[in-house]
C-alpha cells in the first residue's frame, strides 16, 4: 500500500464557460482512494501543460494560478503530515482543510449575549422581567471574572 497522498491538477475539458475556459480541478489520492474538487479557476485549454500541471505563459493569471498549485501543494504537504502523525487520514477532511474556512467558535459571553437576547424577547409570555435582569447579572459577573482573572 502506498503510504503517499498524490495530488493532481487536471482541466474538465468537456466543460466550458462563455470564453472558452475549463474548469481546473484537483485530485487528491490516497491509498486506492480519490477525492476531486473544482478549484475556482477556470483556464484556456490550450495554455494547460499537462505534464507539469501548470498554466504556460507570464501572464498576471498564469502565475496567479501557478503560485496558488504551488501553495496548495505545500499546504496538503503540512496537512497530510500532521494527520499522518495524527494516525488519522482522510481524504475529505484534507479537503475541507484546504478549501474551507476555518470554523469559528463563539466565546462565553456571546453565548451568554445570545441566549439573554432570545430570553428578553419572551420576557411577558413565559418569562418575567426580574428573570432576564438576573440573566444580565450573570452575565456582566462573568465579564468581570474574565477581565479580572486574564488582564495584566
Not at 487520514?89 to 453565548?111: C, D, R, W
Amino acid at each position: 500500500m502506498a503510504n503517499k497522498i498524490k495530488a493532481s491538477f487536471w482541466l474538465l475539458r468537456s466543460v466550458s464557460n462563455k470564453e472558452n475556459l475549463s474548469p481546473l480541478k484537483i485530485r487528491l489520492i490516497y491509498q486506492n482512494t480519490q477525492q476531486n474538487k473544482a478549484t475556482g479557476f477556470y483556464v484556456s485549454p490550450d495554455r494547460w501543460d499537462i505534464k507539469e500541471q501548470r498554466v504556460n505563459g507570464n501572464t498576471v493569471e498564469s502565475k496567479k494560478i501557478n503560485g496558488w498549485i504551488a501553495d496548495t501543494l505545500d499546504k496538503l504537504d503540512k496537512i497530510f503530515k500532521q494527520q499522518e502523525k495524527d494516525d488519522d487520514i482522510n481524504l475529505l477532511s484534507i479537503m475541507e482543510a484546504l478549501f474551507g474556512k476555518p470554523k469559528e467558535y463563539p466565546t462565553l459571553l456571546q453565548v451568554i449575549k445570545e441566549h439573554n437576547d432570545q430570553l428578553k424577547l419572551r420576557v411577558g409570555k413565559d418569562y418575567t422581567y426580574s428573570t432576564y435582569e438576573k440573566y444580565v447579572f450573570t452575565y456582566d459577573k462573568v465579564k468581570a471574572f474574565i477581565i479580572m482573572k486574564y488582564t495584566l
